[in-house]
Nanobody, 129 residues
Framework: DVQLQASGGGLVQTGGSLRLSCQASGFTFDDYAIGWFRQAPGKEREEVSCIRRSDGATYYAEDSVKDRFTISSDNAKNTVYLQMNSLKPEDTAVYYC?????????????????????WGKGTQVTVSS
């Protein structure tokens, strides 16, 4: 079974930091990306960042995230991290990790188009003002 175990969420004050982890297992794609997505109350789920396993290429959804968040991976542990610094109240959301088969497509497309094959359960991030 595919398992995507996200952890590391919590309550933090504005300007604080959190590191999310996503441990992935149970799939056999030749190449894939792991993505972080988030959904705030009353809003649609949006992409945050993705990383491709084969070459470590990364994608960030917007400049404001790229300046504050860093996605990384430890392939030996099948774990992807999202280091989130300088958190803002608008970062409050449920954060999901997901696995995306590469399909020979650009990482940007995989991430932006939410071409997700499997979703993990989310982890709540709450940033207080």
């Amino acid at each position: 079974d595919v398992q995507l175990q996200a952890s590391g969420g919590g309550l933090v004050q504005t300007g604080g930091s959190l590191r999310l982890s996503c441990q992935a297992s149970g799939f056999t794609f030749d190449d894939y990306a792991i993505g972080w997505f988030r959904q705030a109350p009353g809003k649609e789920r949006e992409e945050v960042s993705c990383i491709r396993r084969s070459d470590g290429a990364t994608y960030y959804a917007e400049d404001s995230v790229k300046d504050r968040f860093t996605i990384s991976s430890d392939n030996a542990k099948n774990t992807v991290y999202l280091q989130m610094n300088s958190l803002k109240p608008e970062d409050t959301a449920v954060y999901y990790c997901a696995v995306i088969q590469s399909r020979g497509l650009l990482l940007l497309r995989l991430c932006m188009e939410h071409r997700v094959d499997h979703w993990g359960k989310g982890t709540q991030v709450t940033v207080s003002s």
